[in-house]
């Protein structure tokens, strides 16, 4: 691996770094609370931040805040894609109880996130890059596919994934948006964070190591590229890169073969591919480090480390072809495991922390460090207490922690609501009703990568933990929610296109396929909602006598809805007709 170039100025200085040394005085902060700087990015799997990951990629400015603070070893995301990983994070609240189901669906605008709270008592907020925690965002077709996820068909949503050099051997500032909004971060903290007399909170969002869009996959592309310079690739340690064990097609659990050939990944791949698309999402991730780096030498250049609190994490992580999968939505380690790294004024040196924690806890943790009180009705619980090795008695009156973790998964790529407890060496993961869909119990100290499925051969475990997670959430009531919310928010869509319905479904991201057999998958799409209908149609025709007029007309309107030409919605004419005959029969029988 070879060093030097620009950015190495960056880690001279870290490791040259004596808290407020050689920096002029500065307004100092109050003695009891800290700055904070949270450094989030997308999609880096957090077991590169400690061995053996760690061999495959030089990620100096990672290492630097291991050896000044702490690193969490079992960290994890309450729902392994973007925006309701977010809500999570921002909100201090599971997945279930934001009812963040997907990427279109998140927290309103006005929610009172822990940025708002240390704002309100007086701390300066600052925000910079990616937040997506809010509803309304991302493509049409990210959402369409999370609502049709239950449609008996099988549709290549993403493009192959797919490796692509740009730049030379001195090229550093790949992901220039990345860039600009780290040089603004770094801007903000000398030029106006420095001079502040009051203690600061500063947020960076970064999209790396995203892949990137794949402008051939349609409507808004998809993200299936790795792409790099040179510079980074250099970084990478070829021989040290694991290629992934697969199992056969045939014998995948069902969720995983839908996520694969969704993910267009069920196809031929040689060991060279699949290397190379580790290779090039390890070098995406040491850009990442760098613009952490950036963040760290402006707080040392200015005086103001030795003050202030940094967090670094991810919202998610990235599989990179193990399981057969790139992207992540899946509950594996390449996809739910992130990094999580803390180093600041109290924050114990050289530290890992094998306790399973995740991002909910982020919101009790700003709040701990600003001594502003917790609210008790967060699913998360504060880190300050392992990151000091205190009593959590002491600081909460909650108690301590619970000895498990909670993630989650509504959304894309996925034809089923996904639950996973992580406790001791299990992850237990179950899906759906729990009955339906078969669960998946792995063992991570015999089997760290996560091949063999002893559900069956530990049913004692499976319905220990199985009760353990229906007393923390109601899981197949909250699957069934979500089924109700798909089907609900597809038919408003479908209703807001009118005669371009046809037309846009076509030329979604899973354009390549559906225009093989528009009518194939439009049938298929009519069929799921038919059963709508049909329901609507059995509860209107099969009510008590009673029912009032107000509430058989809102069911009637529902029908209208759904018959209104053009809707190619087919209704179960016998079903209708028995459900009619039987409502006659009662009202005889009731005259």
């Known amino acids: 691996m070879r060093d030097g170039g620009p950015l190495e100025r960056a880690a001279l200085a870290l490791l040259l770094m004596a808290a407020g040394a050689g920096a002029r005085p500065r307004p100092a902060a109050p003695r009891d609370q800290s700055n904070v700087v949270l450094v989030a990015c997308d999609s880096l799997d957090g077991r590169l931040t400690f061995f053996p990951g760690n061999q495959t990629v030089n990620l100096p400015s990672i290492n630097f805040m291991k050896r000044h603070g702490t690193v969490f070893l079992n960290a994890y995301t309450n729902s392994p894609i973007c925006c309701p990983s977010r809500a999570a994070m921002w909100s201090g609240l599971f997945t279930h109880l934001t009812e963040s189901w997907n990427n279109f669906k998140g927290l309103d605008p006005d929610y009172v996130t ?65 860039w600009r909004n780290t040089d603004k971060a770094v801007n903000w903290i000398k030029e106006e964070a420095v001079n502040f007399t009051r203690p600061f909170i500063l947020y960076l969002g970064l999209n790396l190591p995203h892949p990137y869009p794949s402008p051939y996959a349609g409507e808004n592309f998809g993200s299936s590229t790795f792409l790099t310079s040179p510079y980074w690739l250099e970084k990478v340690n070829y021989e040290a890169i694991k290629i992934p064990k697969w199992s056969a097609l045939s014998e995948m659990h069902r969720v995983d073969y839908y996520s694969s050939y969704t993910k267009n990944c069920t196809g031929e791949f040689s060991k060279e591919e699949v290397r190379n698309i580790r290779a090039f999402y390890y070098a995406m991730c040491a850009e990442t480090d760098a613009m952490l780096g950036e963040i760290i030498s402006a707080l040392r250049d200015t005086g103001l480390l030795g003050k202030t609190v940094i967090i670094f994490t991810a919202d998610h992580g990235e599989l990179a072809m193990e399981h057969r999968q790139f992207y992540k939505m899946s509950m594996y380690e390449g996809s739910s495991h992130v990094p999580l790294l803390v180093m600041g004024p109290g924050i114990r040196e050289q530290q890992q922390i094998p306790n399973v924690v995740s991002l909910v806890d982020i919101y009790p943790t700003m709040l701990d460090i600003a001594r502003i009180p917790v609210p008790q009705n967060l699913s998360g619980y504060s880190l300050i207490p392992l990151l000091r090795e205190k009593a959590e008695s002491e600081t909460s009156p909650r108690g301590p922690r619970p000895s498990w973790v909670l993630s989650e998964f509504h959304g894309c790529n996925v034809n089923s609501s996904v639950y996973m407890l992580r406790t001791g060496k299990w992850k237990y993961i179950t899906y759906s009703d729990g009955s339906s869909v078969p669960p998946q119990l792995f063992d991570l100290t015999a089997d760290p990568d996560e091949l063999t499925n002893v559900a069956i051969k530990f049913p004692v475990t499976v319905h220990s933990l199985d009760k353990i997670l229906r007393s923390i959430v109601n899981y197949p009531k909250v699957s069934s929610s979500v089924q109700e919310y798909n089907k609900q928010q597809f038919i408003s869509w479908k209703q807001s296109l009118g005669h371009n ?23 298929a799409i009519d069929k799921w909602l038919g059963w709508v209908l049909v329901c609507a149609f059995l509860q209107m025709n099969t009510m008590a006598p009673m029912t009032s007029r107000s509430k058989m007309q809102v069911i009637t309107k529902k029908v209208v809805l759904l018959f209104r030409p053009g809707s190619r919605v087919v209704c179960n004419t016998q079903s209708s007709t028995n459900a009619i005959k039987n409502k006659r029969t009662t009202k005889k029988k009731m005259k």
């Open 114 to 178: 822990w940025m708002d709270l240390m704002e309100k008592h007086g701390y300066h907020a600052q925000k910079f890059g990616k937040l997506d925690f809010t509803s309304g965002h991302h493509s049409v077709s990210n959402r369409v596919e999370a609502w049709t996820r239950d449609v008996n068909f099988l549709l290549r949503q993403e493009g192959r994934p797919m490796v692509k050099l740009t730049g030379h051997r001195k090229q550093f500032r790949v992901m220039e948006t990345d």
């Open 501 to 523: 319905y046809s037309s846009v479904i076509a030329n979604l991201r899973w354009h390549q396929d559906w225009l093989k057999d528009q009518k194939k998958y439009e049938n």
